[in-house]
């Protein structure tokens, strides 16, 4: 399960949020349950000492996790770029998953100012994991700005519809085979998390999905086995499909007890 992502080396696949969960202790809970060394987490202009921002600051510190701060609310390169930098003082990390809505009802990223963005935050230094759709065109153009990391989204945000396009998705996976690929967005189901990582993406960020569940903790434990379960899936190598049945035990060559009938 280990893995190399934006200079680090990790052992867990599933990238996590941190909102909203029902109180701080679920979250907390959650993160832990789940086993993940990347959270992400919002910026909030908040007054300094502002207690309840400090106590959640503190429980993310206390989970000795990788905070991964996001941009999210931004719709413009301009307002995702010090967005970005206020994150990276604020957090002291240079990652940054960049968000750039540009439709308010399916929150789809606005793909010009997305790439805009990006590329103003990687010549600053920023390791960059850009939330994008599964545009193939959209991608390659990440990627000329400059990103080593790209997160496609399986379907909206918050969606829970999973893996809506897994053709678009697997061809990114098979035209960037260098990059970490990570699905992001729509993962409602553990199944969902299998089938990613079964198609060869290297994780899954989503939040929803354990935060709204009704027992977080036991989901987000969930999802911590479907991932080492697509991982291992796909590094042993699945079974071809048939369009016919093969029995698993043959039949050609074996004996077979037969009784006649007797007559008296």
Known sequence: ?????????????LLIGSALYSSPQAM?????ASGSEIVTVSLRRQ????????DFWQRIQALNVKVLPNTAGCHSAKEAITTAQM??????????????????YTLQPDPFELVKAAEALVKDGFEVFPYTTDDLVLAQKLVDAGCRILMPWG????????????????????????LNLIVDAGI??????VQALEMGYDGVLLN??????????????????AVEAGFYGRQAGTMPERNLAVPSTPVVGTP????????T
Do not use: C
């Open 1 to 13: 399960m280990t893995w190399h992502i934006g200079g680090e080396t990790l052992n867990s696949r």
């Open 28 to 32: 907390q809970a959650s993160v832990h």
């Open 47 to 54: 007054a300094a000492g502002d207690a309840a921002g400090q």
């Open 87 to 104: 994150a990276r003082e604020v957090f002291q990390t240079h990652w940054v998953k960049l968000e750039v809505i540009g439709d308010q």
């Open 155 to 178: 379907s909206p945000i918050g969606s829970g519809k999973g893996l809506m396009n897994p053709y678009n998705l697997g061809i990114l996976r098979e035209r960037f085979p260098e």
């Open 188 to 193: 409602g189901k553990p199944s969902h998390a």
């Open 208 to 225: 929803s999905a354990v935060a709204l569940s009704p027992q977080p903790e036991k989901m987000a434990r969930a999802f911590k086995s």
């Open 256 to 263: 077979f007890w037969h009784q006649e009938n007797s007559s």
